[in-house]
């Protein structure tokens, strides 16, 4: 007679238990930035993109206009962003400043140390494998309709 599956065996529930460490190293790494993972997202976005209106800024993090307001505003007191005032009837830009880039490039190098904290052990074929596995997962909320 087969074994029945267990919950521990769940791929679904390995992943929430491990994302929610993740997320806390996440946030601690952040949080010697004075970041939060909104914050970095709507750096990351700027840096690529300064013509993104916050609306843009906003459908890009799931969050209502006026929240990423607030998380802007933030930004701009950190010294992060800049608005720059456009002429008569056009909208501001909202412009990363170099201390806006250093943020970045910190998080970049954290984002490396927590890499090698997760994977340290694994084989480089298993990186690649896992690597390509969330690639594929990104896609399921777009499936999905979430």
Known sequence: MAEQPTVADSTTLMLVTVGRLLSRR??????TQGLTLRHLGALGHLSHRPDLSYSDLARRAGVTTQSMHTTVRALEEQGAVVRVLAGHGHAARLEITEHGRGMLARMAE??????EELLGELSAEQVAGLRAGLA???TVPRRLGL
């Open 26 to 31: 996440v946030d601690e790494e952040l949080a």
């Open 110 to 115: 954290a984002a490396v140390r927590l890499d």
């Open 136 to 138: 594929a997962l990104a």
